[in-house]
C-alpha cells in the first residue's frame, strides 16, 4: 500500500528563516509555493530527493499539539563526516559524527525552530540493509 515518504510538514514562525535553512544549509532545493487570493506567500514545499518533500507553513509554533510525538527529521547524507564538516563551515552547530546502534553514521543538527534533524549514513552493516536484504 504504502510507497514511499511523501512530504513532512512543519509549521514554522518564519518561512523565509526556514526555507533559507533547509536551503542554504542542507541544500534542499525549493519546489513550489502556497499563495493565498491575496497573493501572498504562507507555506512552501523543498524537495529533499527523489518523491520526498518537506511543507512548511507559517503558523504558531508555541505549543505542540497534545499527543504529538514528533522527535526528529532524519535525512540520508552519502558521508556524514563531510557532511558535517560542511555544516560547520557555514558556522552551523552540528554534533560530532558518531556510530549508532543501529550500524549506521549519524549526526545532528536543529532547524531555526528547533526541530531535530538527524543526518544519517547507511553503511553495509546498517540493520536498514540487513531488514532490506531480507525481504
Not at 518561512?15 to 506567500?41: C, H, Q, S, W
Not at 560542511?86 to 525552530?113: H, N, Y
Amino acid at each position: 500500500m504504502v510507497k514511499a515518504l511523501a512530504h513532512l510538514c512543519f509549521i514554522v514562525k518564519d518561512l523565509d528563516v526556514a526555507e533559507a535553512f533547509y536551503r542554504d544549509m542542507l541544500g534542499l532545493t525549493p519546489a513550489f509555493d502556497f499563495i493565498n487570493d491575496d497573493g501572498k506567500r504562507f507555506g512552501t514545499y523543498m524537495h529533499i530527493g527523489g518523491r520526498s518533500f518537506l511543507e512548511m507553513f507559517i503558523g504558531d509554533v508555541a505549543e505542540p499539539a497534545p499527543g504529538q510525538s514528533f522527535q526528529h527529521l532524519c535525512l540520508e547524507v552519502e558521508d556524514v563526516a563531510a557532511a558535517v564538516a560542511e555544516l560547520r563551515g557555514k558556522g552551523a552547530e552540528v554534533t560530532d559524527p558518531f556510530f549508532g546502534s543501529d550500524g549506521s553514521w549519524q549526526a545532528w543538527i536543529s532547524d531555526p525552530e528547533g526541530n531535530r534533524i538527524e543526518l544519517h549514513s547507511y553503511t553495509p552493516e546498517s540493520k536498514q540493509n540487513v531488514a532490506l536484504e531480507m525481504k
